[in-house]
């Protein structure tokens, strides 16, 4: 027993921590949390070498992610839409967090029944969510007709 509290006493005076303190650099914070952000794209056509926008056609993308450690621990993304039942909306979703956990990469690519005589509508977009809050979305470019 005296030998267990001579060494101790040494480790204290050796590392100037009594014995039990953590020291500063363990005690370094990661943020944590949950995010959310939503992004609108608008649906367009493409006739005669020109993209036309159907500004009623519209697609909401709402993704929520929770972080810790700057990796994400969960996400859910949702889609909602006001492109009408009726006019045969297929959508191809995509939303996956890249092997670091450090992304959530989301897309969506989609046609509908825009409504105008022989013209395909379409709906398009990609975005990247970063387990610290950063997110970047772009509609992208469709064609048809």
Do not use: E
Request: hydrophobic share 35%; glycine share 8%; proline share 2%.
């Amino acid at each position: 027993m005296k030998k267990l509290l001579a060494i101790a006493a040494v480790l204290t005076i050796v590392s100037g921590l009594p014995i039990g303190t953590v020291s500063a650099a363990s005690q370094v914070k990661h943020p944590q949390g949950c995010k959310t952000v939503s992004y609108v794209a608008v649906g367009s056509y493409y006739s005669q070498g020109r993209a036309y926008k159907l500004t009623n056609d519209t697609l909401t993308i709402q993704a929520t992610w929770c972080y810790a450690n700057n990796q994400i621990t969960s996400d859910k993304v949702s889609y909602a839409t006001t492109i009408p039942a009726k006019n045969n909306l297929r959508l191809t979703k995509t939303a996956l967090v890249n092997k670091a956990k450090t992304s959530l990469v989301i897309t969506v690519n989609g046609s509908f029944n825009s409504g105008i005589l022989n013209n395909t509508g379409m709906i398009s977009a990609a975005g990247t969510v970063t387990s610290n809050g950063t997110s970047s979305f772009s509609t992208l470019s469709g064609n048809g007709g």
